[in-house]
């Protein structure tokens, strides 16, 4: 047995094809983004397709560009044509990574695609997905999205049974334990579950061999994952459902938490559970903002929800306005819906450049001074002299708030009222959002009051926990709250809690 072996494979990275024994990853990381701050950063985008036949690479290609919103660090594509696996990721966005050259290589009847945001490991190429292990004949690529609050247990079980480790991902801790199982003679569909009986947090995965497309999602379903079929009906899996319309893919339906879809090249799809107790918990926060408006959630769109949270934030924090504008573009739905609401005219104010996205070039200090101007221009003739409602998702450490605010104020806002569409964020994430330590989090340590003048707006009013799960027109069992009430639904273990709930330790 050679545990950490495996078979030739094709792998290329960094326009190149590189034919190796291992799978090492080569390249350079490139320089670090120069993005403006952008306080809340989604773990990770996935999506694979069981198509023989079909240009399948390109398929993913256009189908990680639909959820490029899920993760800008990296990205990458895994293709298996019969026994050989091509595959490429690199740092930077979809279409900084791929091109026509690296597409066309990328042959195969099925493919595995992934944009990353870090939460575990650094932004390094040797942390970007797909992953690759393999034991004997058999080779597994997997990309994941989620977190898992035992990540560090389960990476030293797996070294003491001798396993070595490439990257600091719980992506590969997961794609390990699927080999330990296929050790312990386990077929792959057995693997598979015994594997993920093992993992906690949350985690919605695609993985693939060559035969089999498969989708796991944690039995809390914190992330979304979804089942689609192409015109042909072959079926592909997404984090949401922007990638299979992207495609020209049908929804078909989510996949359940705690089940394990397998899929065959002559698209047979067999479902199981892989524990026993079942009780999702969505995210709440992928209706507020991670996902993208046009995605849906039980039949309905994003946006239904969004426009939903800004209707109950008019009527619990009335304000008399001239105009309701958005903090573009994740703000917007819920500006709308509180204009509606309000029988107040919405207008745009802050015009986006939709252009900026990530960059290379890091901006001259006198640019950086300009802050938030690389992104939002204001409206002036909109702006000057009224009274402005300005609705935005969230504050998290109340700095872009802060900044937008002197933006309005600058263009001769009279009043400004900021209207924050989800409750005050006060609890660090643990299932795969970037939020480290209640240290980042201003309403963690201050009172509506205090934020209000931190970015001197004439108010704020946050919706209330009630009326966000009013909002949704469903139970709040659904849902994972954790970030605005402090109430994990996955048991962390203590040495997470000790390094991210240090505010309140100390206070
Ligand atoms: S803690 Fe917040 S961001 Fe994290 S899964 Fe729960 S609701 Fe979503």
């Known amino acids: 047995m050679d545990i950490n072996a495996q078979s030739e494979v094709i792998i290329t990275h960094n ?12 390249g350079s990381a490139k320089a670090e ?3 403006l701050e952008h306080a809340w950063k989604e773990a990770c985008g996935v999506f694979g397709i069981m198509a023989p036949g079909e240009d399948v690479a390109r398929l993913a290609f256009f189908a990680l560009y639909a959820l490029q919103h899920r993760g800008q660090e990296s990205c990458g594509i895994a293709t298996f044509s019969n026994d050989n696996v091509f595959w490429h990721k690199d740092l930077g966005l979809v279409s900084q990574v791929f091109n026509e050259e690296i597409l066309a290589k990328l042959s195969g009847d099925v493919a595995v695609g992934h ?9 390094s190429v040797c942390n970007a997905q797909p992953i ?4 004997k004949d058999i080779k597994i690529v997997l990309a994941h999205n989620g977190n898992l609050v035992n990540a560090t247990e389960l990476r030293n079980y797996l070294i003491l049974k001798g396993y070595k480790f490439e990257s600091a991902t719980d992506s590969e801790v997961m794609a390990k334990l699927i080999v330990l199982e296929l050790n312990n003679k386990n077929d792959l569909k057995s693997a598979i579950k015994e594997a993920f009986k093992k993992c906690k947090g949350a985690y919605s995965v695609v993985l693939a061999t ?4 498969v989708a796991v999602r944690d039995p809390d379903g914190v992330r979304p994952l979804c089942i689609g079929t192409t015109i042909k009906n072959q079926h592909v899996i997404a984090s949401e459902t922007c990638a299979l319309d992207i495609i020209g893919a049908s929804y078909k339906r989510e996949v359940a938490p705690g089940e394990i879809v397998f899929i065959t090249r002559d698209q047979k799809l067999d479902s199981s559970l892989f524990v026993s107790e079942i009780k999702p918990h969505h995210c709440i926060f992928e209706l507020i903002y991670f996902s993208r408006p046009d995605s849906t959630f039980k039949g309905l769109s994003i946006y239904h929800f969004r426009k939903e949270l800004g209707r109950q934030l008019a ?3 009335p304000v008399d306005a001239d105009y309701v504008i958005s903090v573009p573009d994740s703000g917007t739905p819920a500006a709308i819906g509180f204009a509606e609401e309000s ?3 919405f207008s745009e104010g802050l015009i986006k450049n939709r252009y900026v996205g990530r960059t290379f070039i890091q901006p001259s200090q006198m640019l950086r001074e300009l802050g938030i101007r690389l992104k939002l221009n204001p409206l002036r003739d909109i702006i000057a002299g009224k009274k402005i409602v300005v609705v935005d998702d969230s504050i998290v450490r109340g700095n872009t708030s802060r900044k937008i605010v002197k933006l309005l104020r600058d263009s001769g806002a009279k009043e400004i009222h900021m209207r924050i569409s989800s409750p005050p964020v006060q609890w660090p994430c643990f299932y795969g959002i970037d939020i480290d330590s209640r240290d980042q989090l201003i309403a963690a340590k ?8 931190f970015i001197e707006a004439d108010t704020l009013k946050y919706i209330s926990h009630e009326g966000m799960i009013k909002s949704t027109g469903l139970s709040q069992d659904t849902f994972c709250t954790a970030c605005f009430s402090g109430k994990y639904p996955i048991e962390i273990p203590q040495e997470l809690e000790g390094a991210k709930l240090r505010y309140e330790k100390a206070t």
């Open 15 to 26: 326009h190149q094809t590189l034919v190796s024994e291992e799978a090492e990853i080569y």
């Open 132 to 135: 690759l292990v393999a034991y």
């Open 210 to 213: 060559k035969d089999n497309l």
């Open 343 to 345: 029988k107040l005219p």
């Open 115 to 123: 944009t990353r945001y870090s939460t575990t490991g650094s932004n």
């Open 33 to 35: 983004s120069s993005s």
């Open 315 to 317: 009527r619990e924090a």
């Open 446 to 453: 201050n009172s509506v009051d205090e934020i209000t003048k």
